[in-house]
């Protein structure tokens, strides 16, 4: 999952970047809050999420890593997309929808921390 991981948040910094430079190009900096969210929680976030799987592989073996994944790559996807559209204008039924997606990304990310907190050793030998 470590691998897996690290591999989405590239696809993240991608992304981040290239909203990034379309806001430099055009002047226009509605997607400001896209941009930042998708290089934090979506390239940063996950990068170093998955670096900690890979140093700790007990971590990604168990109920609270799936979740996290889960909730995090569904969750994070379908609020940039709504805040994207609701700051549009397209319809305000996106920024529910965008809240959604937040708390789907927020309970993913507690799962990913409890599951630090309880499952990490608590000394190295």
């Not at 549009?88 to 990913?112: D, N, R, S, Y």
């Amino acid at each position: 999952m470590g691998r897996a991981l690290l591999r989405i948040s590239v696809v993240y910094f991608m992304l981040g970047i290239s909203i990034g430079l379309y806001m430099s190009f055009t002047h226009v900096f509605s997607l400001a809050t896209v941009h930042v969210h998708v290089n934090l929680l979506g390239w940063m976030s996950l990068a170093l999420v998955g670096i900690i799987y890979h140093l700790y592989p007990t971590l990604e073996k168990n109920v609270l890593a799936k979740s996290h994944f889960w909730l995090h790559n569904l969750g994070l996807p379908v609020m940039m997309i709504a805040i994207a559209l609701a700051i549009q204008g397209v319809h305000p039924i996106f920024f529910p929808i965008a809240t959604l997606g937040g708390l789907a990304t927020l309970i993913g990310i507690f799962c990913f921390g409890f599951n630090v907190l309880i499952n990490t050793p608590k000394r190295e030998a």
